[in-house]
DNA sequence: ACCTGAACACCGTTCAAGT
DNA sequence: ACCTGAACACCGTTCAAGT
């Protein structure tokens, strides 16, 4: 005579495997492990020790399950400085950190460019506390969106970049036909010596800050 | 009796129908009509009213012909300001044009990070014509490169930024836990009237160009 | 309420067989 | 040399059937 079944028995709760939180974490084991091409609905299946068609009780397709490691990954991102440091260097350790969250997840970015600030709620932490930062720094309000905005744009464009191998620009058989461009490709590579993306987004980075905080009233002097 | 074969025969040579530059043009043809997601070998070969696997004995993979689009469409990307205008103006021309030509092809912008000049004649051209512009405004050698590589990156970011939903940063039932950020998106979209893609470039483009001109030689100092 | 297993409608790519 | 047709090894997703 077998034993009454002990599932759903002692008063403790049902324990849920498949939630938001678990698939998350599951998903970015199998990123973390595969890497995107090897990140399936199977894959992720398995690792949560389940049948694919489990998942879409809880999701409604991969990409909201995209949308949810997005959101996770924006929890990295640092935005620390914004409260005590001046604009200027907030911005800079914000946007180093924000890139290098993104350069091991390049793949998301396409989703990042579609996704729903309203059922994103870290992401939208992120973006509160950078508003923070940029009014305390006297930005006027309708300026910082757009700010905000082209910053981004830069930081994704700098992710891609980063993932480049490093020999893009070797000009090969075609060098006669691009003189100028070869010399500039050997003399850049000259001065940094291999880490050319990084030297991109400093120069870069660099650029934008100062553009913007030419614009900006002198500190002291609001 | 049938005549004899009129193929092949009468001593003009045999048209090729599959070329390189004829699938580029049939592939643009299919994007155009039915997006990036209707663009595949099958369609393609459709297009061609050839067999989907005929398409292999003359590109390696689906990711070959997607390069082959890239180069073709950097040919598009306008590069005559490098030549008469001064430096600050022809970044801005290019820079628009090279966006503009992308917002319609983002899919390929994972391709282009990946992309080996080498094998691309056309989008070395573009970069040779930008490369003689900087050098004419007085860039120092070892600097161009890197400045390229993150004006690419804010593009390329720009148009990702371009094509997403109008109403992303809504905040919705969370707007509560984000004052700072919900009221400054309502006044960015009161000042700008749904533009926004467009302004957050226009703006990011001003700052960074402005940032690079700063540590450029006056025109007529040189 | 939630899981399984089978099935569906696709993909890109390969390859033997033809001409 | 180059095309066809069939096949392969996948995808994401749906759905009837179970518990």
């Given at each position: 005579m077998?034993?009454?079944?002990?599932?759903?028995?002692?008063?403790?709760?049902?324990?849920?495997?498949?939630?938001?939180?678990?698939?998350?974490?599951?998903?970015?084991?199998?990123?973390?492990?595969?890497?995107?091409?090897?990140?399936?609905?199977s894959?992720?299946?398995a690792?949560?020790?389940?049948?694919?068609?489990?998942?879409?009780?809880?999701?409604?397709?991969?990409?909201?399950?995209?949308?949810w490691i997005?959101d996770d990954?924006?929890?990295?991102?640092?935005?620390?400085?914004?409260?005590?440091?001046?604009?200027?260097?907030?911005?800079?350790?914000?946007?180093?950190?924000?890139?290098s969250?993104?350069?091991?997840?390049?793949?998301?970015i396409?989703?990042?460019?579609?996704l729903?600030?309203?059922?994103?709620?870290?992401?939208?932490?992120m973006?509160?506390?950078?508003?923070?930062?940029?009014?305390?720094?006297?930005?006027?309000?309708?300026?910082?969106?757009?700010?905000?905005?082209?910053?981004?744009?830069?930081?994704?464009?700098?992710?891609?970049?980063?993932?480049?191998?490093?020999?893009?620009?070797?000009?090969?058989s075609?060098?006669?036909?691009?003189p100028?461009?070869t010399?500039a490709?050997a003399?850049?590579?000259?001065?940094e010596g291999?880490?050319?993306?990084?030297?991109?987004?400093?120069?870069?980075?660099?650029?934008?800050?100062?553009?913007?905080s030419?614009?900006?009233?002198?500190?002291?002097h609001?």
């Amino acid at each position: 005579m077998p034993a009454p079944r002990a599932r759903r028995s002692a008063g403790r709760p049902h324990q849920r495997v498949l939630t938001q939180e678990n698939i998350t974490a599951a998903a970015l084991e199998v990123i973390g492990s595969r890497g995107y091409e090897g990140f399936t609905m199977s894959s992720l299946a398995a690792k949560l020790q389940v049948a694919p068609s489990a998942l879409y009780n809880h999701a409604a397709s991969k990409q909201e399950v995209l949308r949810w490691i997005q959101d996770d990954l924006m929890a990295e991102v640092d935005v620390s400085a914004f409260a005590s440091e001046p604009w200027e260097q907030a911005v800079r350790v914000w946007a180093r950190s924000y890139r290098s969250v993104f350069v091991r997840h390049t793949p998301l970015i396409p989703v990042i460019a579609v996704l729903q600030v309203s059922g994103a709620p870290r992401t939208l932490a992120m973006y509160e506390a950078v508003t923070a930062g940029f009014l305390r720094a006297g930005w006027q309000e309708a300026a910082i969106v757009p700010a905000i905005v082209a910053l981004e744009s830069f930081i994704f464009g700098s992710a891609f970049d980063a993932v480049a191998p490093e020999d893009i620009f070797d000009t090969g058989s075609l060098a006669d036909q691009s003189p100028l461009f070869t010399s500039a490709v050997a003399a850049a590579h000259a001065r940094e010596g291999g880490k050319g993306a990084e030297e991109a987004f400093e120069a870069g980075l660099d650029a934008v800050v100062r553009g913007f905080s030419g614009q900006l009233p002198v500190p002291g002097h609001a």
